[in-house]
């Protein structure tokens, strides 16, 4: 099965500065990995995703870059904004048409 | 206006007081699914459905059924819920669920309190 691990539960960044959110997964064998962002009393909504034919995907101020050797991805925001002040998951899908979400990274970004 | 819709919002409730969370979704998604959210566990998947009739267990099924009667709904029920089912739960769907690149589309929640 697929587990993927977010090892940072907050994270503070300056407005204007690099955001950098990380998340490890144990299966090479999927290859699709998305990220999630979740405002307060709402449901997550898709950000980004990136499957293992790319290293990287870009979508604006957002990327995500994907090392298959370390089974690591990261999703960097250039630059931060207050509004992007949020919970952040990255999520796999595994065995059996699951999905797997990481427990989530929680970004403020200051004025 | 594309949405997955939850019922209620809020709900407080005694154990072993059966209740069901209803989820609708408007995009004729093929795939469901159930989550629940808990501090330091992120979201966890209870049950999904592949398609009408078609349901299966996700990581955390204990106490929960679900079903697939029609392809919009997807209702989670709670025979007798105790106190441990405290959560924020999330329904979703997508085109085609796991092992593709369509991505979940989440409603807004249903925070559940069972005392």
């Known amino acids: 099965d697929q587990q993927v691990k977010q090892n940072s539960p907050s994270l503070s960044v300056q407005e204007g500065r690099i955001s950098i959110l990380n998340c490890d997964y144990t299966?090479?064998?999927?290859?699709?990995f998305l990220w999630y962002k979740k405002y307060p009393a709402e449901g997550p909504t898709f950000l980004i995703s990136i499957s293992s034919i790319k290293d990287k995907n870009e979508d604006g101020r957002f990327t995500v870059f994907l090392n298959k050797s370390a089974k690591h991805l990261s999703l960097h925001i250039v630059p931060s904004q207050p509004g992007d002040s949020a919970v952040y998951f990255c999520a796999s899908p595994s065995t059996g048409n699951q999905f797997y979400f990481g427990t989530g990274t929680s970004l403020t970004v200051i004025p | 206006e594309a949405q997955v819709t939850q019922n209620p919002r809020y709900l407080i409730t005694v154990t072993g007081k059966k209740l069901t969370v209803t989820c609708s979704q408007n995009m004729n998604h093929e795939y469901m699914s159930w989550y629940r959210q808990d501090p330091g566990l992120g979201l966890r998947q209870i049950y999904y459905?592949?398609?009408?009739?078609?349901?299966d267990k996700g990581d955390v099924p204990e106490g929960y059924k679900v079903s697939r009667k029609e392809k919009r709904n997807f209702p989670l029920i709670l025979e007798s819920p105790s106190p441990n089912q405290t959560s924020l739960y999330f329904c979703?769907?997508?085109?085609?669920?796991?092992?593709?690149?369509?991505?979940?589309?989440f409603g807004n929640g249903t925070r559940l309190t069972v005392t």
């Open positions: 979703a769907s997508s085109n085609y669920g796991g092992l593709t690149n369509s991505p979940l589309h």
């Open positions: 299966n090479s064998m999927f290859d699709y």
């Open positions: 459905s592949m398609n009408v009739e078609v349901t």
